[in-house]
T-cell receptor
Framework: GAVVSQHPSRVICKSGTSVKIECRSLDFQATTMFWYRQFPKQSLMLMATSNEGSKATYEQGVEKDKFLINHASLTLSTLTVTSAHPEDSSFYIC?????????????FGPGTRLTVT | GEDVEQSLFLSVREGDSSVINCTYTDSSSTYLYWYKQEPGAGLQLLTYIFSNMDMKQDQRLTVLLNKKDKHLSLRIADTQTGDSAIYFCAESIRTGTASKLTFGTGTRLQVTL
């Protein structure tokens, strides 16, 4: 159980376009999902916390108008990178917290590699 | 502060024990976690420890927590080639009604024959 999927797994887009990444909890409900980005050989940096039915909470230094987050249901959160530029190329990972979980455990998706050309 | 630090690289021989260390600075951590990341993949939770525990053992994995020194370690017994990956420690910190994870810098474990 506790599977989180992401779609797409890889995406290449041109500079100036927008890209949407989906994060789904497949077998549990998640009121809270998290979006991270990871640069090569570096750690995960939390970008924002996504709460179902309310606005996302962004970490300091993350542009909320550039990284749009929507958490419309208990099983789906989306991250849209708007007007992407090459410096946005990164590995984006989402995680979800099980509503019924006891340990505040986060289950991670497999990640989405974004390349902006 | 929320800095979580790890050594960057560890090389061990197959069959030996591996010990990966982590230091953190926020004493209000509730849970501390160890995650494994294989190349190009997401994170797999290996184990976790509640902040009021000193030790937790789970099959080949032993977690030691020294809360006074803010030091966490992960010991992998009988290390196998399939254990080669990057290992991240993470601390869970409550901020208001929410809690979030802060990850360490990651330790790349290389297992040699």
């Amino acid at each position: 159980g506790a599977v989180v999927s992401q779609h797409p797994s890889r995406v290449i887009c041109k500079s100036g376009t927008s890209v949407k990444i989906e994060c789904r909890s497949l077998d549990f409900q998640a009121t809270t999902m998290f979006w991270y980005r990871q640069f090569p050989k570096q750690s995960l940096m939390l970008m924002a916390t996504s709460n179902e039915g309310s606005k996302a909470t962004y970490e300091q230094g993350v542009e909320k108008d550039k990284f749009l987050i929507n958490h419309a249901s208990l099983t789906l959160s989306t991250l849209t990178v708007t007007s992407a530029h090459p410096e946005d190329s990164s590995f984006y990972i989402c995680s979800a917290r099980d509503l019924g979980g006891l340990t505040y455990e986060q289950y991670f998706g497999p990640g989405t590699r974004l390349t902006v050309t | 502060g929320e800095d979580v630090e790890q050594s960057l690289f560890l090389s061990v021989r197959e069959g030996d024990s591996s010990v990966i260390n982590c230091t953190y600075t926020d004493s209000s951590s509730t849970y501390l976690y160890w995650y494994k990341q294989e190349p190009g993949a997401g994170l797999q939770l290996l184990t976790y420890i509640f902040s009021n525990m000193d030790m937790k053992q789970d099959q080949r994995l032993t977690v030691l927590l020294n809360k006074k020194d803010k030091h966490l370690s992960l010991r992998i017994a009988d290390t196998q080639t399939g254990d080669s990956a990057i290992y991240f420690c993470a601390e869970s910190i409550r901020t208001g009604t929410a809690s979030k994870l802060t990850f360490g810098t990651g330790t790349r474990l290389q297992v040699t024959l």
